[in-house]
């Protein structure tokens, strides 16, 4: 009988034994140095079960075994806690590691950037090459609703989610910056802010020349004289939806469209891009100035003047520039001026006209000559 019951004994140990041997064997291979030998991204689908997560984990290298993996989440009670989404791994982590990434929701977080002066059209183009985006945009969005700015996302974040925060961020800026503004502008409605501010951003990217611009624009304004601002005519002809790729022409600034500042007066029917808060900004605070013209100055920025007989003299300069500059292009084009540098222009409205535009797009509407500044 002691034979017996000595028998069960050493049985009992035997197999506690073996069954702590393997636990402890699980547990070091679970907080042991995992495969990877660096950083690596892996995506997390959701609706896996933990065998499948784990199994998904081994398949792109993370872990060394997926029953391990499983195990370990198992036994800590985070089996049903793994959530879906993009990680990125660091090197060497642990199978427990990984659990605990997964456990927390440590996603990446990427970044999508739009552009001071996109058009609705060009945001959302850019937005189908994004990675991790899903889902399409219900439509384009209103030309003007869209803040520029960097916008955070994770893996499996929809386009129109993203869209609806750039539509509440403008509206956010567009309420701030219209409960601030100068009591004294002309503008009635913050629409009309949004389409005064859509060609100031066009035509500098400048901050220290927003206002200035805007200024000059709300002279026009209230002297009757045509805003003939160039931005208005590109987007009369290609509705936002592509760049011209060509040099504006007579016949271009002839054509009869509500974006045509060379043809109508006033403000064009609405916005022609998405402008920056700092546009926005400007434009409900301009400065006090008798420019009525500017033109780009070859070194970035751009010449204001309050007279036409200045603006044309402004125009020669400019010209003289741009002939250097388009004789530098060539030289260089060539080979034989690989050390001479291509003076840098700063995008304006003017830039892209023929010089014969240049000369005369304000003959017929010249003013007459301010005696003070002007309020905006």
Known sequence: MRQSVFIYFFIFFVLISLVGGSVLTTY???????????????????????????????????VHSSSVFELGARAGGNAAKLKAGEYSIPPKASAKIVMMILVNGQTVVRRFIVPEGFTSRQVVDLMD????????????????????DTYHYSYGDTRQSLIDRMQAGMSRILAEAWAARDPKIILKTPYQAVTLASIVEKETGLDSERARIAAVFYNRLRQKIRLQSDPTVIYGLTKGKTDLKRKLT?????KNNPYNTYVIYGLP??????????????????????????????????????????????????????RDRDALTELQKVGKAKSLPVPKHAPDGFRELPDAALAVMETPEEPAEPAAAPSP
């Open 129 to 148: 090459g994004m990675y991790g985006l899903m889902g399409s945009v219900d439509a384009i969005p209103a030309e003007g609703t869209l803040l520029p």
């Open 269 to 322: 029917q609405g916005p022609i891009c998405n402008p920056s808060a700092a546009s926005l900004r400007a434009v409900l605070n301009p400065i006090r100035t008798s420019d009525v013209y500017f033109v780009a100055d070859g070194k970035g920025g751009h010449t204001f003047s309050a007279t036409y007989r200045e603006h044309q003299a402004n125009v020669q300069t400019w010209r003289s520039v741009r």
């Open 28 to 62: 070091s291979q679970f907080v042991a140095d995992g495969p990877l030998t660096e950083r690596t991204d892996v995506v997390i689908p959701k609706g896996k079960s933990l065998r499948e997560l784990a199994r998904h984990l081994k398949e792109q290298g993370v």
């Open 250 to 254: 007579y016949a271009d600034l002839r």
